[in-house]
């Protein structure tokens, strides 16, 4: 069993940027492949950003660059360091874990972007 807690988000006006942190569990963190998905309200779940284990990162194409996903293996924390936010990237923000056949959840961190 894998737990994770995000930190970080909050009200941002258009162009701010925040980063979001997620703290997970367990002994085999290093291995772990991790995940960024958002939610917005009346949509469907969707991928943002991923990191492997040898710190490959990739992004959904709307990201346009703007997003950082890292990790540090030593702190079992995963971070999701966002720039130029726009109104449409309001959403519940979830990381995940992926490990031994199974993906854990965390339980979001909400960010909300607004003049």
């Known amino acids: 069993q894998v737990q994770l807690v995000e930190s970080g988000g909050g009200l941002v006006q258009p162009g701010g940027s925040l980063r979001l942190s997620c703290l997970a569990s367990?002994?085999?963190?290093?291995?772990?492949?991790l995940r960024w998905y958002r939610q917005a309200p009346g949509k469907q779940r969707e991928l943002v950003a991923g990191?492997?284990?040898?710190?490959?990162?990739h992004y959904a194409d709307f990201v346009e660059g703007r997003f950082t996903v890292s990790r540090d293996n030593a702190a079992n924390t995963v971070y999701l360091q966002m720039h130029n936010l726009k109104p449409e990237d309001t959403a519940v923000y979830y990381c995940?874990?992926?490990?031994?056949?199974?993906?854990?959840w965390g339980q979001g961190t909400q960010v909300t972007v607004s003049s």
């Open positions: 995940t874990a992926y490990f031994a056949g199974s993906e854990y």
């Open positions: 367990g002994s085999y963190f290093s291995i772990y492949f």
């Open positions: 990191i492997t284990s040898d710190n490959d990162a």
